[in-house]
């Protein structure tokens, strides 16, 4: 049974950085494809950033430059480093996975970006 399980809740002031990790189990994690992406109130869910098997990155827009998606294969782990916050940057981040055609994707992590 696939689970991930973020952690890295945070109150952070603008400007701030914050580190969010996604501990997945179930998997082969080497294998697939990972993303963290995040929904604020009365928003979508939308991408933030990607990386794949083989460790190819990309970001949204929004986040380019400030945010770094990596990986742990050893460790099963997914992270997001989150630099120079800002306030539209809080939402619920969510990691997710896609095996087989099925998605899977954790609880999710707060992250309020507030002075």
């Known amino acids: 049974q696939v689970q991930l399980v973020e952690s890295g809740v945070g109150l952070v002031q603008p400007g701030g950085s914050l580190r969010l990790t996604c501990a997945a189990s179930?998997?082969?994690?080497?294998?697939?494809?990972m993303g963290w992406y995040r929904q604020a109130p009365g928003k979508q869910r939308e991408l933030v950033a990607r990386?794949?098997?083989?460790?190819?990155?990309n970001y949204s827009d929004s986040v380019k430059g400030r945010f770094t998606i990596s990986r742990d294969n050893a460790k099963s782990t997914l992270y997001l480093q989150m630099n120079s916050l800002k306030p539209e940057d809080t939402a619920r981040y969510y990691c997710?996975?896609?095996?087989?055609?099925?998605?899977?994707w954790g609880q999710g992590t707060q992250v309020t970006v507030s002075s």
């Open positions: 990386i794949n098997n083989g460790g190819i990155t």
């Open positions: 179930g998997m082969t994690f080497r294998l697939y494809h």
């Open positions: 997710n996975t896609y095996i087989a055609s099925a998605g899977y």
